[in-house]
């Protein structure tokens, strides 16, 4: 089992920036693929970032690239997503999550899920 537990969320303005955290705890997560996923009000859980397991590969959903970067720390055991010039549209609950499978785009692909940062995006 890997357990999640995601922070950093919170209330920003149009053009500002977060990062957000992922910390893992349970089976080796430098084994796992992260991600991060996120779900605005009545709209389907989507893709936003993955990262492999060595680090040395990541994607992204077109609508965040050249904004978003995804990183990892395997000595923290941790996911990062910085995110930078926010739009309102950006506005969700943002999940990290884990699977052995690379690559991984889609939800069913992740079996271990966090429960959620929410951030706002204030136009």
């Known amino acids: 089992q890997v357990q999640l537990v995601e922070s950093g969320g919170g209330l920003v303005q149009t053009g500002g920036s977060l990062r957000l955290s992922c910390a893992a705890s349970g089976r080796t997560f430098s084994s796992y693929t992260g991600a991060w996923f996120r779900q605005a009000p009545g709209k389907e859980r989507e893709f936003v970032a993955t990262?492999?397991?060595?680090?040395?590969?990541?994607l992204y959903a077109d609508s965040v690239k050249g904004r978003f970067t995804i990183s990892r720390d395997t000595a923290q055991n941790s996911v990062y997503l910085q995110m930078n010039s926010l739009e309102p549209e950006d506005t969700a609950v943002y999940y990290c999550?884990?699977?052995?499978?690379?690559?991984?785009?889609?939800?069913?692909?992740?079996?271990?899920w966090g429960q959620g940062t929410q951030v706002t995006v204030s136009s």
């Open positions: 999550a884990a699977t052995l499978l690379w690559p991984g785009t889609h939800n069913y692909q992740y079996p271990y």
């Open positions: 990262i492999r397991a060595s680090g040395t590969s990541t």
